[in-house]
């Protein structure tokens, strides 16, 4: 059964408690409302679960593309590799001051209407970069195109969240990164091909089309997840759940972990009426909060240990993702590899397939190992269960890193890099897939907040390294560039270690602080 002690404060954590695969207590606890997302069949889920993937591909194809066309628009537009770079800095300034921005509204006035706005920027700046002609123009569009794109970076966390139980977010975590890996590396592949035989502003012509047909059809499809309950307060709880804060919960129940098995499953009233079409594809569906003390929750949230430790787990991978894809257009498009837009297109294509293994060593393979960890601990799953099988992305995230710029640097045959740069894309699938579910698990009552300073500090951070890619890569050379990245790259994915060890004491400690901040964002 669901048991909350002052010890362990698993009310803040707990999936399933069972003896047998076949019985879980579903968390978070559905009411019994026909309309609530988690209520929904499993065909209404993945349709619009499967909207949000589609405009997510879409979205990185356009925040990726860029640097594979970089060889033609120096010579079109007139622009240095340099102003290029500047550009990619632009785009995740746009993106980092997106999340502070646009992600709050989205929490006030409902998902639908995020998404519905975030496919038109995108659109509309899509079909302007086909026919930008100057430096300017670069600079703004990349701008607007980061602003776009991050609305949906932090807008399909709060989807999963919002349709799936605990012990399915895994698995649609996994299928979120490889849409974000789709989008950063498959279609810049195929869109690196078509600019060699058509020029690069018809791949954006054609990724304009894609946008604005998405967008006429997230008008008429995507429903919105935001649920408010039928009653003032909280959704109705199963009665073997208990509504206290759990510090209030006695110590006694401590023993009951695991002895006892409770059954819950989804039971709908069928008194409750179902929304109609017009009320499913409303535009907006607006509560109370205050808009400006809903800007800052995210830097209070930021603060807890197990999204700071997030942060810096994405931060981090993406700063390295940013390296990959201009390093492979600045250098592979230079002897001795001279390739062209498609040459360094298929470059993706090792990047892509590494991170396939790893969205499913994180996804449903992590799922498959935490349901077993909880067994052993008596049924009751805990957070930091979760990182357990970061061991392995650990050390193939470090070593790709090497491995590419080492075998770059010397001229060996494509096939190395590329190696490199699937064993990279393994570590950052499993390694973002694992601790993106620790925080939708941990903090699912301020999941958006979390995940808008976590996208926030990874594009701040990128901003930086954009600029310092090329006086980096000019002063101290290939190999050894890229062999510190990876040192580095060593020592912050070596930090789930003491999160595994001290993690628990660190969230039950500050756990007054957290509830705090759920009450102060109740109130907002």
Not at 387 to 413: D, K, S
């Amino acid at each position: 059964m669901t048991c909350f002690t002052s010890d362990n404060l698993t009310d803040w954590f707990t999936v399933e408690s069972a003896t047998d695969a076949s019985h879980f207590v579903l968390q978070p606890t559905p009411s019994r409302d026909p309309n609530e997302p988690l209520n929904w069949p499993t065909w209404r889920k993945f349709l619009n679960f499967g909207l949000s993937i589609a405009v997510t591909i879409a979205a990185f194809t356009n925040l990726s593309i860029q640097t594979v066309f970089w060889q033609q628009m120096t010579v079109d537009m007139g622009v240095t590799i340099q102003q290029l770079t500047n550009a990619q800095s632009a785009q995740l300034a746009g993106l980092a001051m997106g999340c502070l921005f646009f992600i709050p509204p989205s929490i006030k006035y409902g998902r639908r209407s995020a998404y519905i706005l975030s496919t038109a920027v995108l659109a509309g700046v899509s079909w302007w970069t086909a026919r930008m002609q100057s430096y300017p123009e670069l600079i703004i569009t990349m701008v607007i195109t980061g602003l776009g794109g991050a609305i949906n970076e932090t807008a399909v966390q709060m989807t999963i969240s919002d349709l799936f139980f605990v012990h399915h977010r895994g698995s649609a975590n996994a299928v979120y990164f490889t849409a974000v890996m789709v989008g950063s590396f498959l279609t810049p592949m195929a869109s690196g091909t078509q600019a060699a035989n058509q020029g690069w502003r018809w791949s954006y012509y054609t990724l304009s089309i894609c946008l604005t047909v998405l967008f006429v059809v997230f008008i008429f499809a995507f429903e919105e997840t935001k649920y408010i309950p039928l009653s003032v307060g909280e959704a109705e709880h199963d009665e073997a759940f208990s509504e206290q804060n759990p510090i209030e919960k006695d110590i006694d129940s401590k023993n009951k972990v695991g002895s006892e098995l409770v059954t819950v499953g989804t039971h709908t009233d069928p008194t409750i009426p179902m929304n109609s079409y017009r009320q499913c594809m409303r535009l907006t569906t607006t509560t109370g909060e205050n808009l400006p003390r809903l800007f800052m929750m995210p830097f209070h949230v930021i603060t807890l240990p197990h999204v700071m430790f997030t942060a810096l787990q994405f931060a981090s991978g993406v700063c390295w993702l940013v390296i990959f894809m201009q390093i492979i257009s600045i250098v592979f498009s230079a002897p001795p590899y001279n390739f062209n837009t498609a040459g360094i297109g298929y470059m993706a294509l090792g990047p892509f397939v590494g991170n396939i293994f790893g969205s499913i060593y994180g996804g449903p393979l992590a799922d498959w190992t935490v349901v077993r960890l909880a067994r052993r601990n008596g049924g009751v799953y805990e957070p930091e269960m979760r990182l357990y099988p970061l061991v392995i992305p650990t050390f193939f995230m470090a070593g790709g890193i090497i491995m590419f710029g080492a075998t770059a640097a010397r001229g060996m045959h494509w096939i190395y890099p590329s190696l490199g740069g699937a064993f990279f894309a393994f570590g950052l699938g499993a390694n973002g897939d694992i601790t993106f579910t620790l925080i939708i698990d941990t903090y699912r009552e301020l999941v958006a907040e979390a995940f808008i300073g976590i996208a926030f500090l990874r594009n701040a951070v990128s901003v930086g390294v954009n600029f310092a890619i090329v006086p980096w890569m000019t002063s101290m050379g290939l190999t050894n560039m890229f062999i510190i990245s990876g040192c580095i790259s060593f020592a912050i994915a070596s930090l789930f270690v003491p999160m595994i060890i001290y993690g628990k004491k660190i969230r039950t400690t500050l756990a007054p602080r957290y509830w705090k901040l759920v009450e102060k964002r109740s109130r907002i």
